[in-house]
């Protein structure tokens, strides 16, 4: 059911306040009490199970509880219903969607979470904003009940009991309290469309306008997931997107880099897509994001030979994580893979990923946040230098990353357009000096600047001479 197109529910766009908008999602009121009906059902059934295994099974859970007012009965159904049910194919999908989100352990957010976002942004109760397809829109209309109240004080208060009884289910993890001692929290929850990731501040500590700020960080994998996709997007020209293939295709190492929601993971993404189905990938990830082992819209895997891991925090927020991205990154060669994939590094695990890159897993990948190509090395620097074998070693650190790094390509998102786009690709030789092959100039279009593979640094040339002569044009 997740995933699967079907008409939007009051999801239309609306202009006001000097950026996009929508309306909040709803559930039609003449579909309503059926699927309040279902609901008790299901939460009946689940008892006193308040988990996010039980929010993980939830579709699966769904759809069996619909079967069986269809088929069975016993559920208090009208006739006329069942048999629409069974009859309506359409109509049965927005049953099932409204069920799993009005069951839902996140419900009312649970409106926007099982929809098409990709962040949820709550700067108070009363102005939340969600991200789509990269444009950011304000939602308008009266919004959920649960978070309506006379003034903007009990709203927030409503709102923030909210998040306290969403961080207190099992299986969110690190457990953690809201309180005036504790008054920030980051988290993850399992759900039905995988990790979602839960920071919160409230008062003291958020201060301003309103007394709570959230933000959800759902995962998607409903974006580009191939170079063609991005071509035909326009987030990169058909000439780079031929060119990173055959760097892909060469086993070059290369440091996604860009800034936050730049697409540096749904980039990194398309890239492992390029890579043969008999090497293994290694995934060493925060929290899941990548999703290589799970089917396209076209349905095929975006890599048939994935392993994933991610990090496992303390069971409570003051404890050290139980398994960290430095313990992965070790661990990963233990696990013979063909390349090492790093969601993204930011801190120690860096230098075992450049390790890697340079004991026999060529064709790496490690995305960083950073804010230009420029500044993506030293930050791989630093990290690099965050190893206790490295500490206060500037040179060696930088040797390491020189050494380890063949490409570095870059993103950038559009504020005014919520439009990504690749602006830069640098070429690294093994005593780092840069050779910029793509860079934006003064009209922010992307353009050449070395058109022959013989003026690119020499290890790229021996990689790459095979199959290029010149650098393909944007």
Same mark, same amino acid.
């Given at each position: 059911?997740?995933?699967?197109?079907?008409?939007?529910?009051?999801?239309?766009?609306?202009?006001?306040?000097?950026?996009?908008?929508?309306?909040?999602?709803?559930?039609?009121?003449?579909?309503?009490?059926?699927?309040?009906?279902?609901?008790?059902?299901?939460?009946?059934?689940?008892?006193?199970?308040?988990?996010?295994?039980?929010?993980?099974?939830?579709?699966?859970?769904?759809?069996?509880?619909?079967?069986?007012?269809?088929?069975?009965?016993?559920?208090?159904?009208?006739?006329?219903?069942?048999?629409?049910?069974?009859?309506?194919?359409?109509?049965?999908?927005?049953?099932?969607?409204?069920?799993?989100?009005?069951?839902?352990?996140?419900?009312?957010?649970?409106?926007?979470?099982?929809?098409?976002?990709?962040?949820?942004?709550?700067?108070?109760?009363?102005?939340?904003?969600?991200?789509?397809?990269?444009?950011?829109?304000?939602?308008? !209309?009266?919004? $959920?009940?649960?978070?309506? &109240?006379?003034? =903007?004080?009990?709203?927030? %208060? *409503? +709102?923030?009991?909210?998040?306290?009884?969403?961080?207190?289910?099992?299986?969110?993890?690190?457990?953690?309290?809201?309180?005036?001692?504790?008054?920030?929290?980051?988290?993850?929850?399992?759900?039905?469309?995988?990790?979602?990731?839960?920071?919160?501040?409230?008062?003291?500590?958020?201060?301003?306008?309103?007394?709570?700020?959230?933000?959800?960080?759902?995962?998607?994998?409903?974006?580009?997931?191939?170079?063609?996709?991005?071509?035909?997007? !326009?987030?990169? $020209?058909?000439?780079?997107? &031929?060119?990173? =293939?055959?760097?892909?295709? %060469? *086993? +070059?190492?290369?440091?996604?880099?860009?800034?936050?929601?730049?697409?540096?993971?749904?980039?990194?993404?398309?890239?492992?897509?390029?890579?043969?189905?008999?090497?293994?990938?290694?995934?060493?990830?925060?929290?899941?994001?990548?999703?290589?082992?799970?089917?396209?819209?076209?349905?095929?895997?975006?890599?048939?030979?994935?392993?994933?891991?991610?990090?496992?925090?303390?069971?409570?927020?003051?404890?050290?994580?139980?398994?960290?991205?430095?313990?992965?990154?070790?661990?990963?060669?233990?696990?013979?893979?063909?390349?090492?994939?790093?969601?993204?590094?930011?801190?120690?695990?860096?230098?075992?990923?450049?390790?890697?890159?340079?004991?026999?897993?060529?064709?790496?990948?490690?995305?960083?946040?950073?804010?230009?190509?420029?500044?993506?090395?030293?930050?791989?620097?630093?990290?690099?230098?965050?190893?206790?074998?490295?500490?206060?070693?500037?040179?060696?650190?930088?040797?390491?990353?020189?050494?380890?790094?063949?490409?570095?390509?870059?993103?950038?998102?559009?504020?005014?357009?919520?439009?990504?786009?690749?602006?830069?690709?640098?070429?690294?030789?093994?005593?780092?000096?840069?050779?910029?092959?793509?860079?934006?100039?003064?009209?922010?279009?992307?353009?050449?600047?070395?058109?022959?593979?013989?003026?690119?640094?020499?290890?790229?040339?021996?990689?790459?001479?095979?199959?290029?002569?010149?650098?393909?044009?944007?």
């Amino acid at each position: 059911m997740i995933g699967e197109d079907r008409p939007r529910i009051d999801a239309r766009r609306v202009a006001g306040n000097g950026m996009a908008s929508r309306a909040w999602p709803e559930i039609p009121a003449d579909m309503l009490p059926l699927v309040e009906q279902l609901c008790g059902v299901l939460h009946r059934e689940r008892g006193d199970e308040l988990s996010t295994t039980w929010e993980e099974r939830l579709p699966d859970l769904v759809s069996d509880l619909v079967e069986r007012s269809v088929h069975r009965g016993g559920m208090g159904v009208a006739p006329v219903l069942a048999a629409r049910l069974a009859g309506d194919a359409t109509w049965r999908a927005e049953v099932e969607w409204a069920l799993l989100v009005r069951a839902s352990l996140l419900w009312p957010l649970s409106l926007l979470v099982y929809e098409d976002v990709e962040d949820i942004q709550c700067l108070g109760a009363d102005r939340i904003l969600v991200e789509a397809a990269g444009s950011k829109q304000l939602l308008q !209309g009266s919004g $959920p009940e649960a978070f309506s &109240a006379p003034t =903007r004080r009990e709203a927030d %208060a *409503r +709102l923030e009991e909210w998040f306290r009884t969403l961080l207190s289910y099992a299986g969110v993890q690190p457990r953690t309290q809201l309180t005036r001692d504790q008054p920030r929290a980051v988290a993850t929850m399992a759900t039905a469309v995988g990790q979602v990731r839960i920071a919160v501040v409230v008062a003291p500590a958020a201060v301003g306008r309103n007394s709570v700020y959230a933000c959800l960080r759902i995962p998607r994998v409903s974006g580009p997931s191939t170079l063609d996709e991005f071509v035909a997007n !326009g987030t990169i $020209p058909s000439g780079v997107a &031929a060119f990173l =293939r055959e760097c892909v295709r %060469a *086993r +070059l190492n290369m440091i996604i880099s860009g800034g936050t929601g730049a697409g540096k993971t749904t980039l990194m993404r398309a890239l492992c897509a390029e890579v043969a189905d008999d090497e293994t990938l290694l995934v060493i990830e925060d929290s899941p994001e990548l999703a290589l082992a799970q089917e396209r819209p076209d349905g095929r895997m975006v890599h048939e030979n994935t392993i994933t891991m991610a990090t496992v925090p303390g069971a409570w927020k003051e404890q050290e994580a139980r398994v960290s991205m430095e313990d992965l990154g070790r661990d990963a060669l233990r696990f013979l893979p063909s390349r090492i994939i790093v969601g993204e590094a930011r801190g120690a695990e860096m230098a075992d990923a450049a390790n890697a890159m340079t004991t026999g897993h060529e064709g790496s990948m490690v995305s960083v946040h950073a804010n230009s190509a420029a500044e993506t090395i030293p930050k791989v620097v630093n990290y690099v230098m965050m190893a206790p074998r490295f500490a206060g070693q500037v040179e060696l650190a930088t040797r390491v990353a020189h050494q380890a790094i063949h490409l570095v390509v870059h993103l950038r998102k559009s504020q005014r357009l919520g439009r990504r786009a690749v602006t830069g690709v640098v070429a690294y030789s093994a005593d780092g000096a840069a050779v910029d092959v793509y860079r934006t100039d003064e009209h922010d279009a992307l353009v050449r600047r070395v058109h022959s593979i013989a003026d690119l640094p020499r290890r790229l040339q021996e990689a790459l001479g095979e199959q290029l002569v010149e650098v393909p044009a944007p």
